[in-house]
DNA sequence: CTCTTCGCTGAGAGCGCTCCCAATGGGGCG
DNA sequence: CGCCCCATTGGGAGCGCTCTCAGCGAAGAG
């Protein structure tokens, strides 16, 4: 009735435990002839190894815990970023036969849990999207299990992390602008306490700077709504601006229907650029020409990082995926 | 150096193993002299159980498993239909104490890791969005751990799900189209092969049907460009349509770019109701009327009714999560 | 032919925890 | 004053697995 044991497979198959763990795992060590009987048996009897048995000894759980703050998911609301990045990791993992036990660390409770879980229940931790605040991150990191950060940490130097180049894709946005002939270019930065905010901002002040231009900076935090009252701010503050580059998609969607809202027209009168390539930038109005950054993938060099650390690399190297802009209608 | 163990917090409190064991469960039975000691060892080592230890005893993992199929968050794109899930499971686990596993059925080896995690790896499976005739239930089911279905199972009878008012939202919705003076109604429909699709088809048939009108059916897949494509077939077919419910906002979203290319002002000509209450419905052109559902609140009422089936009570009877019809512009 | 080597297998000791059962002691009751 | 009961505590077995180590026979070397 109940889940078959090694021990019930040995007996089956006529030999020790010892044998069928080898086998098990891979059976090196064992003479062909038995391998083949105790797979036999194995499968006769549909044997799954227990995992907790299992990790008691080998003090692996092959697991791994993937820690958001639940205000991210909210925050972002359409924004996919935070699926793509589960499903990175999730397909990832999958090849490496780990589990994924996903963490929140929005509530005291929940932060509380990410601290005791991760010290027996994982063999490591994806940390993604934290602030740059965040003291989670030095707790993590003080007490066991290698840590992997998505996006690179504002205030924690040596750690491990994956990101996609914010700083790049930014300033490519910026010079494509310039090149296009736009003079007044302003930018709708995100928040600065997050490093996609820091570094996109980073770039646009990088490009303006390289060109000569002065820096026009708004503040958003990402959402479409603070977008939207940022490009209206922006508009009494410097109405002879032709260009905006918004440091995430919704942020510009917000932007484009502020300038939709004082008659500008874009790209004509004013031209816009996002940042995230989701899909809704492919049906704003117009199509939005944006940056576009791989989110799944971001999530699955994550879990290669950490399959590295977990192999014993170190030190691990920053890994950072590249953007590229790509061209729509809005610029 | 390595994690204490109960033997070492036994030791500096004085008292015996199962003393400790029995204070850190809860501390039943213990005197209060006693267990203050215990607690106070257990905080100056900072002892964490093993949970491998514990569930090779107890036979409970204290973790439940969330399937969903990859292809399912892939295909709903914008919809932040799985992060809400997400989320409310999640803060439901917190709870009760207990972890969230996800695991993903795309690949074949998702599906067979799927079939073997949930024998012994968990307690417990939370199947979401699973098409009609997915095997997986099935075979889940035979095998072992209790499952809770998000969403009505179409073929499987005898099941524990928790489900949205899908039907009686299309009603409602279908309803005040006719009330608001609509003749010709038409609808796009979901997928036939997922239970969201069908009952709100079904709701839709039975308010058209109460009032005596004739159903105008196109498909789609919930998907934003399958929207635009099925407004277009039927305002083909259908030019004296005045109104259109759409089985997901999406589809709404690409029905309503399918009219304005058409010329066709909404509401005034059409009037277009959508089904899920995105994010994005608010932000349409015009906001999209549409009918609301708790996706957060489905997440935390799979794991209430998980909850209730470990702890024994069974039969459990499904769960149908109320939906409203939120007014905006578009009809 | 003997000794060493090597490939394969089995025995056994735990991993850290829970839980059953026995032991202990103090208090209430007859 | 003796006995029983109950509350509290400790002892010990064992969950299912891995891994070290020893044993064994066959094969190769001298």
Redesign the pocket.
């Known amino acids: 009735m109940?889940?078959p044991?090694?021990?019930q497979v040995a007996r089956l198959a006529?030999?020790?435990?010892?044998?069928v763990?080898?086998v098990?795992?891979g059976g090196a060590?064992?003479?062909a002839?038995?391998?083949d009987a105790v797979r036999a048996a194995v499968d006769s009897l549909g044997?799954?190894?227990?995992p907790a048995?299992?990790s008691?000894?080998?003090r692996r759980t092959d697991s791994i815990a993937l820690v958001v703050s639940e205000s991210t998911a909210q925050v972002f609301g359409d924004d996919p970023f935070f699926a793509d990045i589960v499903r990175g990791v999730s397909a990832e993992l999958e090849l490496s036969d780990k589990q994924l036990v996903l963490l929140t660390t929005d509530t005291a409770a929940g932060r509380d849990r990410v601290r005791r879980y991760t010290s027996a229940h994982v063999d490591g931790v994806l940390l993604v999207s934290h602030h740059g605040n965040d003291p989670l991150y030095t707790a993590l990191n003080a007490q066991g299990p290698p840590v992997v950060c998505g996006g690179r940490p504002l205030y924690a130097a040596n750690t491990s992390y994956v990101d996609v180049d914010n700083t790049g894709g930014a300033y490519k946005a910026v010079d494509y602008l310039i090149r296009a002939g736009r003079r007044r270019i302003a930018t709708i930065a995100g928040p600065q306490d997050m490093n996609a905010g820091v570094d996109r901002l980073t770039g646009y002040r990088a490009a303006v700077q390289k060109h000569g231009r002065r820096a026009i900076v708004a503040y958003g935090d990402f959402s479409r709504d603070s977008g939207q009252a940022a490009m209206h701010a922006l508009l009494a503050d410097e109405p002879d601006l032709d260009a905006v580059f918004c440091g995430s998609d919704l942020m510009a969607v917000g932007a484009l229907a502020s300038l939709r809202a004082k008659g500008r027209r874009v790209p004509d009168d004013v031209a816009v650029i996002g940042f995230d390539d989701i899909q809704q930038a492919r049906y704003a109005e117009p199509p939005l020409t944006t940056v576009h950054q791989p989110s799944p993938l971001l999530g699955r060099e994550m879990v290669r990082m950490m399959t590295r650390i977990l192999s014993g690399e170190v030190p691990v190297e920053p890994v950072t995926l590249p953007t590229q802009l790509v061209l729509r209608s809005s610029a």
Chains 1, 2 share one sequence.
């Open positions: 109940s889940r044991t090694l021990e006529g030999v020790s435990r010892a044998t763990s080898r098990v795992n060590g064992v003479s002839a038995v391998r044997y799954v190894p227990n048995a299992r008691l000894v080998t």
